[in-house]
């Protein structure tokens, strides 16, 4: 299929480049002295993941372990309160540890083993990456240091307890801020030196290259799936497919299945509290091109030109930049990207809970609260949305600000 100039028969073949590039967007804009590191990861990454016994080894690991393929589920109730489109639902929320998040880590921590390294490395913010790298570490017998700001250790004390009872090393970051920033920092650091015995797992579709692409790859296993149990359930393919977009990760695995396909496509944004910068995280809505943590993409930046400080309900959202691919497909126009503020997520929380018997992510809530309004303007036809992770990690924090509704 072709879109504005772009062949999606071959896009996958052509995007990113041999450097990592998705058109302008990607890179690798990195220290010296880890751009040895990157070149060892890349130069691995392009040899092993061709090899049969890595394909695999992973097809096992995710049959077995993982519990995949997840189903997709149809939601019926919800569908008739809306009207005539149908609503259904990847549930990612039943994949191993509770969100799509494991599908990298467990390719990343194989990748570790394969190329013989003893230890894994990685920041985490709220602890949902860290938990699940922690998680592949233990299933691979692989050292895990997870550098964390004390702030979020304070902020997200089972995360921290979870890590620590999975055998991981929760390394707090005292200095600055002491929030994910300074954990990206102090996690690189340590990274530069210790680079011949570990390596450092990116937790989503960012970062210099190869991440963004690597990351991509082994979240595709969602849209692959996705693609093939929704043509079985409906004889069709869905009219849109959509997901929420934090570095953006679950959305590039399943729009990776619908891309050469004409299916429109739309990535959720958190607008968190409303447009004033500081109050949301929504960095290709309201972002401009810029460098950070390694990689060219689209983001909010502060008047300084740093990374602007970005709220959202969903702590999984709150990054001021989303991925190089989405910034290029955002600015090709094949997939289309907007928000839902904070109100409306917690309402699609609720409304999912209450009809489906499904407690979303408050991350996937902001996909579920999109879907709803989508289904209202489309009138008909069918959405699949991306359901990147369950809710119980959040249930104590909505009940406390929240209450029951
Ligand atoms: C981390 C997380 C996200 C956001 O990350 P992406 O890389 O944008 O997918 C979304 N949903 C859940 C459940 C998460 O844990």
């Given at each position: 299929?072709?879109?504005?100039?772009?062949?999606?028969?071959?896009?996958?073949?052509?995007?990113?480049?041999?450097?990592?590039?998705?058109?302008?967007?990607?890179?690798?804009?990195i220290?010296?002295?880890?751009?040895?590191?990157?070149?060892?990861?890349?130069?691995?990454?392009?040899?092993?993941?061709?090899?049969?016994?890595?394909?695999?080894?992973?097809?096992?690991?995710?049959?077995?372990?993982?519990?995949?393929?997840?189903?997709?589920?149809?939601?019926?109730?919800?569908?008739?309160?809306?009207?005539?489109?149908?609503?259904?639902?990847?549930?990612?929320?039943?994949?191993?540890?509770?969100?799509?998040?494991?599908?990298?880590?467990?390719?990343?921590?194989?990748?570790?083993?394969?190329?013989?390294?003893?230890?894994?490395?990685?920041?985490?913010?709220?602890?949902?990456?860290?938990?699940?790298?922690?998680?592949?570490?233990?299933?691979?017998?692989?050292?895990?240091?997870?550098?964390?700001?004390?702030?979020?250790?304070?902020?997200?004390?089972?995360?921290?307890?979870?890590?620590?009872?999975?055998?991981?090393?929760v390394v707090?970051?005292?200095?600055?801020?002491?929030?994910?920033?300074?954990?990206?920092?102090?996690?690189?650091?340590?990274?530069?030196?210790?680079?011949?015995?570990?390596?450092?797992?990116?937790?989503?579709?960012?970062?210099?290259?190869?991440?963004?692409?690597?990351?991509?790859?082994?979240?595709?296993?969602?849209?692959?799936?996705?693609?093939?149990?929704?043509?079985?359930?409906?004889?069709?393919?869905?009219?849109?497919?959509?997901?929420c977009?934090?570095?953006?990760?679950?959305?590039?695995?399943?729009?990776?299945?619908?891309?050469?396909?004409?299916?429109?496509?739309?990535?959720?944004?958190?607008?968190?509290?409303?447009?004033?910068?500081?109050?949301?995280?929504?960095?290709?809505?309201?972002?401009?091109?810029?460098?950070m943590?390694?990689?060219?993409?689209?983001m909010l930046?502060?008047?300084?030109?740093?990374?602007?400080?970005?709220?959202?309900?969903?702590?999984?959202?709150?990054?001021?930049?989303?991925?190089?691919?989405?910034?290029?497909?955002?600015?090709l126009?094949?997939?289309?990207?907007?928000?839902?503020?904070?109100?409306?997520?917690?309402?699609?929380?609720?409304?999912?809970?209450?009809?489906?018997?499904?407690?979303?992510?408050?991350?996937?809530?902001?996909?579920?609260?999109?879907?709803?309004?989508?289904?209202?303007?489309?009138?008909?036809?069918?959405?699949?949305?991306?359901?990147?992770?369950?809710?119980?990690?959040?249930?104590?924090?909505?009940?406390?600000?929240?209450?029951?509704?």
């Open positions: 299929m072709m879109y504005n100039g772009i062949d999606f028969d071959t896009y996958f073949k052509n995007y990113p480049d041999e450097n990592g590039y998705f058109g302008k967007y990607g890179g690798c804009y220290e010296e002295k880890l751009k040895k590191a990157m070149q060892e990861i890349t130069d691995a990454y392009f040899t092993i993941c061709k090899s049969s016994k890595f394909i695999g080894d992973l097809r096992r690991i995710r049959k077995e372990f993982q519990g995949r393929p997840t189903p997709i589920s149809h939601l019926e109730r919800l569908s008739n309160s809306l009207g005539n489109v149908q609503l259904y639902v990847k549930r990612e929320d039943l994949n191993h540890s509770g969100a799509h998040k494991l599908n990298h880590c467990m390719g990343e921590a194989l990748l570790a083993k394969y190329m013989g390294k003893k230890k894994v490395i990685a920041e985490t913010g709220a602890g949902q990456h860290g938990v699940a790298l922690a998680t592949a570490a233990a299933y691979f017998g692989l050292e895990c240091d997870i550098y964390m700001g004390s702030v979020d250790i304070k902020k997200q004390a089972p995360n921290v307890a979870r890590m620590k009872i999975l055998g991981a090393n707090e970051v005292t200095h600055g801020l002491a929030t994910l920033k300074e954990a990206v920092d102090a996690a690189f650091e340590a990274y530069s030196k210790e680079y011949k015995d570990c390596i450092y797992c990116i937790g989503s579709v960012l970062g210099p290259h190869p991440f963004p692409l690597m990351v991509r790859d082994f979240q595709s296993v969602v849209g692959i799936e996705a693609r093939e149990q929704f043509l079985e359930m409906t004889g069709e393919l869905p009219d849109a497919v959509v997901a977009v934090g570095g953006g990760s679950n959305a590039m695995g399943m729009f990776s299945g619908f891309v050469n396909d004409p299916v429109d496509i739309y990535g959720v944004e958190p607008l968190g509290r409303g447009t004033t910068l500081g109050d949301h995280a929504a960095s290709l809505k309201y972002g401009t091109e810029g460098v943590h390694g990689f060219n993409s689209i930046k502060d008047e300084n030109g740093e990374p602007a400080p970005v709220y959202s309900v969903a702590s999984g959202l709150d990054y001021p930049s989303s991925g190089p691919e989405h910034a290029f497909l955002h600015d126009g094949r997939v289309k990207y907007d928000v839902v503020d904070d109100e409306e997520t917690i309402d699609a929380f609720f409304t999912l809970s209450k009809m489906e018997g499904i407690i979303p992510a408050i991350e996937s809530s902001h996909a579920v609260a999109y879907a709803m309004k989508l289904a209202k303007q489309m009138g008909r036809g069918s959405i699949l949305i991306n359901l990147s992770g369950r809710g119980d990690k959040d249930m104590d924090y909505i009940i406390e600000k929240y209450g029951i509704r």
